[in-house]
């Protein structure tokens, strides 16, 4: 059973747009939600993250927007750029068992065309 | 460099071998998660370990095991292997502190290829 589930399978924006991937899960037990950015040959990194108890964060150019009541969250990228380019995996984790394992979605190949 | 350093990078073997991958946590990481990356089935996980002790279990195989040593690296042993086998492996640490834990940092992985 997939506990998170994302949406696009991939993404191809022009550059200076805006790229949206969302995600939906079904554990309420999920209190931590972080993307990924993964470039080839290499790990995920963080990109940012996002606890329930708000509804938005924005890092620069990125934003999460937070549902509780619809379980779903989306990752925006403003002004899109080639080296946006890359694999996005959203994430969410329980920390009630102390384990603090991740649930990853899927992935949403992004590319960005000038 | 993200800090976690996992060898080797790349790793080809004959189904029925047995193999063993390493990971040294980020300095000052307890927490050592391994997952397992394929095309189809994306990040999977597979085993935590926390200061030396198992912490967790996810979808790892019985032929699959893994260890945390008093150093805090790790070494996730992979046997009588088999084609299916074949995919990225990622090892990452994370700093938890009570019920916080301040995201994981992943390493590079080792892409294991069996034939």
């Known amino acids: 059973q997939q506990q998170v589930k994302q949406s696009p399978q991939s993404l191809i924006v022009q550059k200076g747009g805006i790229s949206i991937i969302n995600c939906a899960y079904e554990?309420?037990?999920?209190?931590?939600f972080p993307w990924y950015q993964q470039f080839p040959g290499k790990g995920p990194a963080l990109l940012i993250a996002?606890?329930?108890?708000?509804s938005e964060k924005k890092e620069g150019r990125f934003t999460i927007s937070f549902n509780k009541s619809a379980k779903q969250f989306s990752l925006h990228i403003m002004d899109s750029q080639p080296g946006d380019s890359a694999t996005y995996f959203c994430a969410a984790q329980s920390s009630g068992a102390g384990s603090y394992q991740l649930t990853f979605g899927k992935g949403t190949k992004l590319s960005v065309i000038p | 460099d993200s800090g976690v350093t996992q060898t080797p990078k790349h790793l080809i073997t004959a189904t029925g071998q047995r193999v063993t991958l390493r990971c040294s946590p980020r300095s000052g990481d307890l927490s050592v998660y391994w997952y397992q990356q394929s095309l189809d089935q994306g990040l999977q996980f597979l085993i935590q370990?926390?200061?030396?002790?198992?912490?967790a279990k996810g979808n790892i195989l019985e032929r699959f095991s893994a260890q945390q040593f008093p150093d805090l690296h790790s070494e996730l042993n992979l046997s009588s292997l088999e084609l299916g086998d074949s995919a990225l492996y990622f090892c990452?640490?994370?700093?938890?502190?009570?019920?916080?834990?301040?995201?994981?940092?992943f390493g590079s992985g080792t892409r294991l290829t069996v034939v």
């Open positions: 554990n309420t037990a999920f209190d931590y």
């Open positions: 990452a640490s994370s700093v938890v502190t009570g019920r916080s834990n301040y995201g994981y940092t």
């Open positions: 370990y926390y200061n030396g002790e198992e912490r």
């Open positions: 996002i606890r329930p108890d708000v």
